[in-house]
Antibody, heavy 118, light 107 residues
């Protein structure tokens, strides 16, 4: 059974960088797409971007200038960085696996709440 | 960017009811439409992919239909465990986008 687990700081100061890691267990990262999605009461579910196991990435244009997704298949994990955060980046962040195509998100992590506040 | 609009935003229903949720895309997305169920405090779970294919392990009372811009999720006989929020998501083009959600509550 594939499992994903997000980890990282739950509190980040404004203007700093948010960094999260997703560890994948129970399956290989090869041939899949690995996405980050966030959820807020105001904006709902927002796709941030994905990394393919080969290293190719694709980002939501609304966040592209501030976001980096990287992966380490040898450690079965991938990461998210969001630079210059503001209160608007406060959200529950999920990592998820895309099967066959990036959009078919068949396994999700439990989510991690990240609050941006001084 | 493609916008996804769900209706209604919420509904109340009883166990055993037939429930229909609609999702409309701002332009044609062919059949690249997925449905997810989310319960409070949990991550979304994939129910239906490519408009009408049932994800493994999902009960057959869930079904999806549609193509182009208009899609429907149907629960044929609502069960207690189905009270949740449902989201559609387009996978036709980047950026991926979700609908605003439909909360199914108890009448």
């Amino acid at each position: 059974q594939v499992q994903l687990q997000e980890s990282g700081p739950g509190l980040v100061k404004p203007s700093e960088t948010l960094s999260l890691t997703c560890v994948v267990s129970g399956g290989s990262m090869r041939t899949y797409y690995w996405s980050w999605i966030r959820q807020t009461p105001g904006k709902g579910l927002e796709w941030i971007g994905y990394i393919y196991y080969s290293g190719n990435t694709n980002y939501n244009p609304s966040l592209k200038s501030r976001v980096t997704i990287s992966g380490d298949t040898s450690k079965d994990q991938f990461s998210l960085q969001v630079k210059s955060v503001t209160a608007a980046d406060t959200a529950i962040y999920y990592c998820a696996r895309g099967r066959t195509v990036p959009s078919l998100l068949d396994y999700w992590g439990q989510g991690i709440l990240v609050t941006v506040s001084s | 960017d493609i916008q996804m609009t769900q209706s209604p935003s919420s509904l109340s229903a009883s166990v055993g009811d037939r429930v229909t949720i609609t999702c409309r895309a701002s332009q044609s997305i062919k059949n690249f439409l997925n449905w997810y169920q989310q319960k409070p405090g949990k991550a979304p779970q994939l129910l239906i992919y490519t408009a009408s294919s049932l994800q493994s392990g999902v009960p057959s009372r869930f079904s999806g239909s549609g193509s182009g811009t208009d899609f429907t999720l149907t629960i044929s006989s609502l069960q207690p465990e189905d009270f949740a929020t449902y989201y559609c998501q387009q996978g036709y083009s980047s950026p991926l986008a979700f609908g605003g959600g439909t909360k199914v509550g108890i009448k």
